[in-house]
C-alpha cells in the first residue's frame, strides 16, 4: 500500500493525504485558527504534539499506511535534540508524544519524524521519479535548511556551517558566530537591519543602496560558500535551492560566486537549480519517506 499522511511543522503545522507520490486533496492548517504574529513558537512542546496528533487524524480518512512528519532541528532516535526555531522542543521525546496521542485517538499507524529539509529533499526525488539518486537541497526561509535523500546518519546542521570568520557576524538563532543562517535566515535579517524588513533590504539593494547591495552580495557569498564546502567534502552533483523566501536568490549571481570557489576540475560537473516554492514537497516527501525508512 502506498498511502500515507505528510505532516510539515514550519512556522505552521499542514498535512496531507499522499497517495503515489503525489499530494492527494489539498494541503490543510493546524491549528485552523493560528496566531497570526507569533506562529508556533510560543505553543508548548506536548501541545504542538497534539496539534500534530489532530493534523494526522483529520488527514487520516484514506486509511493510511504510515505518517511522516517533518520538523525544523536535530532529531535522533524519536527525539529533538535542537531546534533553534522551535526552541521549546529541545529535548522532546517526539515520537513517544506523538505515538501516545495517536494512541489515545484510537489510531495505530507506523509514524516517523524526519528533518524538515530532509523531507524537502524526499520530495524532490519522489516527485521527479528519482528515489534512486542522491538529492541535495537547500531550503531558505526563517532558518537555512540542508536537506538529504536518501536518509543518512548524522546532524547535517548545514544552516549553521560557518561561512565567516568576522566576530561581528553574530545573528544566528543558536548563537554561533559566523553562521550561513545568520546571514541568510530571515530572522537574522531582521536582527541586522532592525530598521528594514528583509525584502525592503533586497529592494533597496536594486535600487542602488549602498549597504544593502554589500549585504545582498554577502548573502549569496554566503550560500555559495557553503554549497562550495559541500562540493569539496562529498563531491560534485546536483543541488536544489527552494523554500518560502527563493525568489530572493538570483541563480547567476550565485553560480558566479561558485565558480570562483571551486576550481578542482574534477569538483565542477556539479549543477544547481532553483525551485520554486512548494509547501507540498515537505508533506509529499514526509509521507512518501515514512512508507520507505521508518524512523521513530
Ligand atoms: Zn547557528
Known amino acids: ?30 491549528p485552523e485558527n493560528p ?18 496528533c489532530d493534523a494526522i487524524v483529520s488527514a487520516s480518512a484514506g486509511s493510511p499506511a504510515a505518517a511522516g512528519i517533518a520538523m525544523p532541528g ?4 524519536g527525539v529533538m535534540l535542537d531546534s533553534p526555531n522551535l526552541p521549546q522542543l529541545k529535548g522532546a521525546r517526539v515520537c513517544d ?22 523531507a524537502v529533499a524526499a520530495g524532490i526525488a519522489a516527485t521527479r521519479g528519482q528515489l534512486d539518486r ?19 546518519e548524522g546532524p547535517w546542521e548545514g544552516g549553521h556551517m560557518v561561512v565567516s570568520l568576522d ?35 533586497f529592494a533597496a539593494a536594486r535600487n542602488g543602496d549602498r549597504r544593502c547591495a554589500e549585504f545582498v ?26 523554500g518560502r523566501d527563493i525568489q530572493r536568490l538570483e541563480l547567476p549571481r550565485l553560480k558566479n560566486h561558485l565558480y570562483e570557489m571551486i576550481k578542482m576540475s574534477p569538483l565542477q560537473s556539479y549543477t544547481v537549480e532553483v525551485l520554486s516554492e512548494d509547501p507540498s514537497l515537505a508533506a509529499i516527501g514526509a509521507g512518501v519517506a515514512a512508507l520507505i525508512d521508518h524512523r521513530c
Request: charged share 20%; aromatic share 10%.
Open 74 to 77: 536535530y532529531l535522533h532516535q
Open 217 to 242: 552580495d554577502l548573502w549569496h557569498r554566503a550560500l555559495a560558500s557553503a554549497t562550495a564546502s559541500q562540493i569539496h567534502l562529498e563531491g560534485a552533483g546536483r543541488f536544489y535551492y527552494t
Open 134 to 152: 542522491q538529492i541535495r537541497v537547500w531550503t531558505i526561509g526563517n532558518g537555512i535548511g540542508y536537506g538529504r535523500y536518501p536518509w543518512t
Open 1 to 30: 500500500m502506498s498511502n500515507s499522511v505528510g505532516v510539515v511543522v514550519t512556522t505552521r503545522v499542514v498535512a496531507g493525504f499522499i497517495q503515489d507520490h503525489r499530494l492527494h486533496g489539498e494541503l490543510r492548517e493546524f
Open 97 to 118: 508524544s506523538i505515538r501516545a496521542g495517536l494512541q489515545k485517538r484510537g489510531l495505530n499507524l507506523n509514524i516517523s519524524v524526519f528533518n524538515d529539509a530532509d
Open 167 to 201: 566576530p561581528r557576524e553574530k545573528y544566528c538563532g543558536c548563537g554561533g558566530l559566523g553562521h550561513l543562517e545568520g546571514i541568510m535566515g530571515h530572522r537574522a535579517m531582521r536582527l541586522r537591519f532592525l530598521d528594514m524588513e528583509p525584502d525592503e533590504v
Open 35 to 52: 496566531d497570526p504574529t507569533n506562529g508556533l513558537i510560543e505553543i508548548p512542546a506536548e501541545n504542538l504534539c497534539d496539534i500534530i
